[in-house]
């Protein structure tokens, strides 16, 4: 790696620098760069992240918790100062309120089916109609486990939440709130910790799905002060197969555990099983311990930052690929606040005149773009806007302007191939 | 691939040899100079594959594995298979053509033999093959051979 800057100090924000630690970004496909446009379906990986997880493998792989020898210490002691991490990073209180998980998906199956002992046929399940089926499909088999009746939460015009329609939502006191964090689809943010505090005052459980959110925002879970908040290793720069699940301690404790087995009791005996403590009273079976490793590398890469500049960085780029996708014309853009209070957070929502969202992610493809075409795993939000699918350009902590002007030269092209 | 025998098929007599020019539309997109000149070629080939009427546009005609719509039928006439399909995408429709110019009016035998992944290698779209695309080009052409082999009627 060459350095382009001899006095570091005289420049506190080198952009490329960053970019630089991520090394599948610098391949070429066909005759062109590839421009990745596709984070918020998985962010790519740093060095850093890659390099701990071979060194789990080369060095310290173990099974964690039976720690009778060397090997098994160092991996237990890994795994669980990644708990600590993870609890420092979304500012958790303690660190056995973070439960390690396969993805938020698992994560909020997690919650609807510990919760299921807790719900009686008259309940009230509310869901953001801007809602991953991650957090839709669990809370609708509660819902038929249960007889608990399910209600979304509408959107205005805008695509916003609906807050007066919440309000009203909230009076028939819902047992419990599932809400995103950040639209995975069209990159909305919720005013999550108002909505938050009003489903309190309603005395709901609260579900937040941050997947979206916490490689973007600065995530305070005891400020939010939700009962769950939930997320994934892989589009926060770290591994697939690894996710959050945080949960208030009293609330955590009240789940029946989905996964049964290993690690997760005190005593068993052919009579009765004792279940053993949390964290580890909801990790059943040796967990993803490379993953997890991989995690606590992400976090400690994220944590080397400086948040403000990348926060100012995402939030230019963002501006800028609005306004560049709304120059190039013919482009229709979703989930853009009308009073433009927001700046949407890591995606774009867009189609292309009346052309087909699969034609257009056909063409971009032929240039090396990734994005994401299609109903983006929210079919309700589709729905409600009227759309088959759309196109869906997202950034990461990597993403520069050269990408974003990449990616709407490649547009045109595909604008003068379809108009 | 989830295809299940659809209900309503349409009138026997829609199911007719492609017209010529599509079948020599095919050789515009081998002789492609570059991408765009491929793919405004795909486009072209899909206007000209006959459409579907709105009403056959039905849910157990839908190949499944396709992010857009793509409907499928199939005929028998004197041991040859005829197909009819559209979709709501363009590229998607023109692919679907291309795979109709080597299936249309073929025995069981002719489509049995038809090395798919080779017709679109010459054609230099392997690419789009692949079983992992949303375009479902995989699906329909296991879909056409499944009709053939009467797995599904």
């Known amino acids: 790696m060459k350095s382009t800057s001899p006095i570091p100090s005289q420049a506190p924000f080198d952009h ?6 991520f090394p599948a970004l610098k391949q070429t496909i066909g005759d062109h760069h590839l421009c990745y446009l596709d984070t918020a379906a998985t962010s790519q990986k740093p060095q850093a992240v890659i390099d701990a997880m071979n060194e789990y493998y080369q060095l310290n792989n173990a099974n ?10 160092r991996a237990t002691q890994q795994y669980e100062a990644v708990r600590q991490q993870v609890a420092h990073f979304i500012n958790a209180s303690k660190s056995q309120e973070i439960i390690f998980t396969h993805g938020t ?24 109609t801007a809602a991953h089926h991650a957090n839709i499909v669990p809370w609708q088999e509660l819902a038929k486990r249960s007889g608990a009746t399910i209600k979304p939460i509408p959107l205005t015009a805008d695509a916003q ?5 919440y309000e009203q939502l909230l009076q028939a006191k819902p047992k419990l709130v599932a809400l995103c964090h950040v639209s995975n689809a069209l990159g909305t943010v919720n005013p999550i910790n108002d909505l938050i505090a009003m489903a309190k005052n309603a005395g709901a459980l609260t579900l937040v799905d941050g997947a979206q959110a916490v490689a973007h925002l600065d995530v305070d879970v005891q400020n939010t002060d939700c009962d769950f908040y939930v997320f994934s290793g892989h589009k926060m720069y770290g591994p697939t197969g690894v996710g959050i699940l945080y949960g208030r301690f009293e609330q955590l404790n009240t789940l029946t555990p989905m996964l049964t087995g290993g690690e997760m009791i005190k005593t068993v005996s052919f009579d009765r099983t004792e279940y053993g403590e949390l964290p580890n009273r909801l990790e059943a079976g040796t967990p993803a311990i490379a993953e997890v490793i991989g995690l606590g590398a992400a976090i400690s890469f994220l944590h080397g930052l400086p948040r403000e500049h990348i926060h100012a960085h995402e939030q230019k780029l963002m501006q800028y690929l ?3 996708l709304l120059n190039l014309g013919d482009v229709s853009l979703y989930g853009i606040a009308n009073d433009k209070r927001q700046i949407n957070v890591g995606s774009v929502a867009f189609n292309l005149a009346g052309e087909h969202h699969q034609d257009v992610g056909i063409l971009l493809d032929q240039q090396a773009i990734a994005v994401r075409c299609g109903h983006h795993c929210a079919m309700p939000l589709m729905n409600e806007l009227n759309l088959a699918g759309c196109c869906r350009a997202s950034i990461g902590i990597y993403t520069n302007k050269h990408d974003i002007d990449q990616f ?3 547009l045109n092209t595909v604008k003068e191939l379809l108009l | ?13 829609l199911f007719t040899d492609l017209p ?24 072209l080939l899909g206007k000209q594959l006959p459409t579907l009427a709105d009403n056959f546009k039905q849910a157990d005609a839908q190949v499944k594995g396709c992010e857009s719509q793509a409907w499928l039928y199939h005929h028998q006439l004197n041991g040859q298979h005829y197909y009819l399909a559209d979709s709501d995408a363009r590229i998607v429709k023109g692919l679907i053509a291309i795979l109709l110019v080597a299936n249309q009016g073929k025995t069981t035998e002719q489509i049995n033999q038809f090395d798919v992944s080779h017709y679109f290698d010459t054609l230099g779209l392997s690419g789009q093959l692949s079983p992992s695309r949303t375009n479902g080009l995989a699906a329909l052409a296991n879909a056409i051979k499944l009709y053939a082999n009467g797995v599904i009627t």
């Open chain 1, 16 to 21: 490329q620098a960053i970019r630089d630690q």
């Open chain 1, 64 to 73: 964690v918790h039976r720690a009778a020898h060397q090997l098994s210490t």
């Open chain 1, 105 to 128: 998906t698992e994560s909020i199956n997690m919650v609807a089916y510990g919760l299921t002992p807790q719900f009686t046929p008259n309940d009230i399940i509310l869901i953001d």
């Open chain 1, 161 to 165: 939440l609906d807050i007066k329609a």
């Open chain 1, 322 to 324: 609005q306004a560049q």
């Open chain 1, 408 to 410: 709407i030269q490649a």
């Open chain 2, 1 to 13: 691939m989830t295809l299940i025998s659809p209900k309503n098929i349409p009138d026997s007599q």
């Open chain 2, 20 to 43: 010529a020019d599509v079948i020599a539309a095919v050789n515009h997109i081998e002789q492609a100079k570059n991408w765009q000149d491929k793919y405004r070629h795909i486009m």
